[in-house]
């Protein structure tokens, strides 16, 4: 299983970005699919989770700001920042929770810079 994430780069603050991501291999159960993130320095953190029943549980910070979508098969996963700030500046990483096996696959990361 392998996951692919697209969409990082630079952005202002207070201005918007969207990442996707792509799952492929023969994934047999996922039931959840997440977006997290890692700062220089710091650990890596949730930003936001949504389950194959579309339930969505979103990171501390997240304040809104972070919209998760994904196709109906569970193959895609999808985010939308919004109103980003330079805090938001980290790696963006995909994962995908496959509940049969007990595996969490993540994806290589992109990078998302926020410049004030």
């Known amino acids: 299983v392998q996951l692919q994430a697209f969409g990082g780069g630079l952005v202002q603050a207070g201005g918007s970005l969207n990442l996707s991501c792509t799952v492929s291999?023969?994934?047999?159960?996922?039931?959840?699919m997440g977006w997290y993130r890692q700062a220089p320095g710091k650990q890596r953190e949730l930003v936001v989770r949504?389950?194959?029943?579309?339930?969505?549980t979103p990171g501390d910070f997240a304040e809104g700001r972070f919209i998760v979508s994904r196709d109906i098969n569970m193959r895609k996963i999808f985010l939308r920042m919004v109103s980003v700030k330079p805090e938001d500046t980290a790696v963006y990483y995909c994962?995908?929770?496959?509940?049969?096996?007990?595996?969490?696959?993540w994806g290589q990361g992109t990078l998302v810079t926020v410049s004030s």
């Open positions: 949504i389950f194959s029943g579309d339930e969505r």
């Open positions: 994962a995908v929770h496959d509940l049969k096996i007990g595996i969490q696959y």
């Open positions: 291999g023969n994934i047999v159960s996922p039931n959840v």
